[in-house]
């Protein structure tokens, strides 16, 4: 969605008004990161009702997908910002490595909750009786 409707290019004019450059070109990410740690706060107690093995790996995850949309869309920014807003090479690349950590992010987490099922099964079954 965020390719289609190009969040990163419409959040430039809020950061030239504010005087945002570097990491904080793409304003979007200053309201990402609190979201972000809300969130993470909020699924704490999710997290410590499920196995310590598949909180872990729900968590690492996690993690993959965002340091793909916020950590690379902050190293995409200051690229971005630093060779005077075009699109280069070198920004493709850096939009690559960020969607395919989002992709192995979310690739990771449906492994690991189709470990969940595949050992929790039996018990799901009998609560949808």
């Known amino acids: 969605m965020d ?6 290019e419409m959040s430039l004019p809020l950061a030239s ?17 609190p979201i972000v740690v809300v969130l993470g706060i909020f699924y ?3 997290l410590l009702r ?7 790996k729900m968590i690492i995850a996690g993690a993959i997908y965002v340091f793909g949309i916020v ?19 070198m920004f493709s690349i850096l939009t690559a490595v ?9 690739t990771l987490f449906i492994i690991v909750l189709l470990e969940y099922l ?6 799901l079954k009998y609560a949808f009786r």
Do not use: C, D, Y
Request: avoid cysteine; aromatic fraction near 8%; hydrophobic fraction near 50%.
């Open 98 to 106: 960020e969607e395919g950590l989002e992709i192995l992010g979310l």
């Open 44 to 46: 704490i107690p999710f």
């Open 3 to 8: 390719e289609s409707i190009a969040i990163h």
């Open 17 to 33: 008004k504010l005087g945002l450059s570097g990491v904080f070109t793409f304003v979007w990410v200053l309201a990402a990161i």
């Open 71 to 89: 950590g690379m869309g902050m190293i995409s920014g200051a690229v971005f910002s630093e060779l005077g807003h075009q699109k280069t090479f």
């Open 118 to 123: 595949s050992k929790n099964l039996s018990e």
């Open 50 to 56: 499920l196995t310590r093995g598949i909180a872990i």
